[in-house]
T-cell receptor, first 114, second 111 residues
Framework: EPEVTQTPSHQVTQMGQEVILRCVPISNHLYFYWYRQILGQKVEFLVSFYNNEISEKSEIFDDQFSVERPDGSNFTLKIRSTKLEDSAMYFC????????????FGPGTRLTVL | EDQVTQSPEALRLQEGESSSLNCSYTVSGLRGLFWYRQDPGKGPEFLFTLYSAGEEKEKERLKATLTKKESFLHITAPKPEDSATYLCAVQAWDTGNQFYFGTGTSLTVIP
């Protein structure tokens, strides 16, 4: 069964460093998302991406964040200058099309900022 | 802001002891309500989508129902492998494709 994959599974970085989290959505899906989950808290929406542009973003998704679909399979989240409070699980999700609402999530990347 | 509240926060059941999890929501126009299962350190795993009051969906020992203000996830004769956190998420017509998640119910089924 097709699934969303994410790499790396765990990323440790120093405060102020740039990180790129990578995702491979399900191959015939057209809508892509990033969410984050701080330990013990709820899953929070960051950004949605469709047709090579951001369609929605939350207040969390400030100028330090960016997303890109560099090729036909990868979807990346970049954090330019990480802060301690960026430590969280980051989940990528995808959905097939306009009339299909279910989002399918990847296993997540645990980001630890020291 | 749209709100999703799940209760209880944690639930311990004996194997075979049926129960229900609650998800209350306040959105201006519900586009869909989604149930997910999350195992520790893993991503949410899709279970059900519900769109309108009165709708029900079933899968093995799980049944999800929806009213105009809340949804229930009924677990019938649970097994230890049903132990997980169950997340509820809602999608509203006026906020596009994003999901609003609740904090989840942590279910433990004791053999």
């Amino acid at each position: 069964e097709p699934e969303v994959t994410q790499t790396p599974s765990h990323q440790v970085t120093q405060m102020g460093q740039e990180v790129i989290l990578r995702c491979v959505p399900i191959s015939n899906h057209l809508y892509f998302y990033w969410y984050r989950q701080i330990l013990g808290q709820k899953v929070e929406f960051l950004v949605s991406f469709y047709n090579n542009e951001i369609s929605e973003k939350s207040e969390i998704f400030d100028d330090q964040f960016s997303v890109e679909r560099p090729d036909g399979s990868n979807f990346t989240l970049k954090i330019r200058s990480t802060k301690l409070e960026d430590s969280a699980m980051y989940f990528c999700a995808s959905k097939r099309g306009q009339g299909i609402n279910e989002q399918f999530f990847g296993p997540g990347t645990r980001l630890t900022v020291l | 802001e749209d709100q999703v509240t799940q209760s209880p926060e944690a639930l311990r059941l004996q194997e075979g002891e049926s129960s229900s999890l609650n998800c209350s929501y306040t959105v201006s126009g519900l586009r869909g309500l989604f149930w997910y299962r999350q195992d520790p350190g893993k991503g949410p795993e899709f279970l059900f989508t519900l769109y309108s009051a009165g709708e029900e969906k079933e899968k093995e020992r799980l049944k999800a129902t929806l009213t105009k203000k809340e949804s229930f996830l009924h677990i019938t004769a649970p097994k230890p492998e049903d132990s997980a956190t169950y997340l509820c998420a809602v999608q509203a017509w006026d906020t596009g494709n994003q999901f609003y998640f609740g904090t989840g119910t942590s279910l433990t089924v004791i053999p």
